[in-house]
């Protein structure tokens, strides 16, 4: 695998516990990279120094410092390992040099051809002989690291054996009494070198208006690229401050998050426009429906039908254009907000082929946080002609031609009216099609719940039952689960929540954490509706979303689509979609009650598993 020199850097192959290349580079959990061997020492001697504390085992990241409880299984990373292979080749063939140029090495691209093409006039330095100053570093990291201090001498020079003597050794650190306390020595980045051309640095690296030293720093508390004396005056000292490149690569793979976020709502919006056209497809299948049953009944009335059925179809091409309208300005609206979308993933991906990170941090905050969108969840279009009103009431008039002929028109268009007016959803209807028998299930309930004997009806008591503790039991959050569970098909079931103050309601993947404190969420295998004061709707994603809900609902209708990834929740008494949410579901779902606790007898009502009436 070729790698262009320009982008070679030792710092990119130095595993930060030896100072040195990489050997046989392994990664941990939280993404940072050692050579296996210094890893495996470092936590096998953190093992010997009593880390513990005689409890369970804690591992660390030797940088960022995040603990692992079990020991990661660390493998190889080839990828790596192949490219620091090729550096140490280029190393080996004599490409490196110490450079003068700011303590870094460079490579003049003339000469590393002129080396390929002809032998070295001169050897390169010994090999495996370490720079003073790399040892000088490797030494402080490593007493800053020790447990109670590592003696000098257990770390021998790797170029002067002698100097791991106790009579070369340098002098013990002095404690606190001491006489004199000798200053800390000021950190001095070792030595690096890169593979590129004379002056990459300071041509690509913007530098410190204040210093005139490269921005090589980026302050995570102010937000902004400092050099290396801005670390340490009085404005950024005691701040959190990290390389610039590593926040930059950080904050490239949070990109990545935002534009699979934006092109999920893409794909969102792309499936609403599909469901529209399909709703409006359907429509005029039943204007053209109700146009042939129209004209078919009209036809036996000769010459005093042919006035009134102009009427009639008049009424019925108004409204389908008055649909048409509508649904063509969603469409609009729709195709407007993924133009936008659009527009930011392409601003997104341009930015993260940028490489100048001091211009991709001024423009990360904007770009990262997704656009303001509208919740189509609960826009639909339909349409009068689509419950066939219109030839049913022809039909019905037929009877009474000639008493009733004069005023059809008059009628077919009153009928109209009061159908947009007064029309019941159509999907409550049709969701109650999929009704379940629901029970709940006291082998998950929480130890407070009391479940009636038909177990249909559960209430929060004042205190912990004698229930046995088994896996499957809720030990904290007072909720239950129902014994039937969903893995396919559709399902609905209605639960009366009447006058209570608090309430959770909807479904829950069977192998869901039960122990000790849950975090709810679509992630975490939850998906319900939550009460809170009376007024306070929500449905529980991270963060919650907030929905206004009017009017105010006493029973409630849960209807899932298992294939489709689909819950929603319906006001039964209104007959109205209150909110619908669309996810994948991977494990068996099973519906979800928490009647809340009591609130001082002020939420002491039931939750009712009501039988569904069509």
Known sequence: MALPAAYLSEDQFTCSICLDVFNNPISTPCGHSFCQACISSYWDGERRGGGGGGGTKIYQCPLCKESFRKRPELHINRTLKEITEQFKWLADAGVLMDGTDGGRGVVDPNLFLQQEQQPLLSPPQRQGEMPESVFDEMMTRFQQMSPAGVPETAFPHPNNPQRSSPANARPPLKTQNSEHLDPPPPYSPPRRFSLGGPGDLARNVPLCPVHLRALEFFCRTDNTCICSLCVETQDHRGHNVTPAKREWHIKKSQLGISEVELKDLISEKERKVEEIQNSLREIWAAAERETDGVVSAFSKLISSVERCQAEVLEAIEKSRLATERRTQSLLRELEEEISELKKRSAALNQLVLSEDYVHFLKTFPALSTPPPSKDWSSVSVVSELTSGVILRTVTHMMEHVQEEMRKLPEVCQRSLSEQTVARPNPKTRRVQEYADEITLDPHTSHPRLIISVDGRQVHCGE??????????????????????????????????????????????????????????????????????DRTEYAFRTEPSTNLTISPRPSRIGIYVDYEKGLVSFYNVEAKVLMYTFTDTFSDTIHPFFSPCTNKSGRNEGPLIICPVQE
């Open 463 to 532: 205190r912990h039952q004698p229930v046995q503790d088994n896996p499957e039991r809720f030990d904290r959050v007072v909720c239950v689960l129902a014994r039937q569970g969903f893995s396919s098909g559709r399902h609905y079931w209605e639960v009366e929540v009447g006058g209570k103050s608090d309430w959770d309601l909807g479904v829950a993947s069977w192998s869901v954490n039960r122990k000790g404190k849950i975090t709810v969420s679509p992630a975490h295998g939850y998906w319900f509706l939550s009460l809170r």
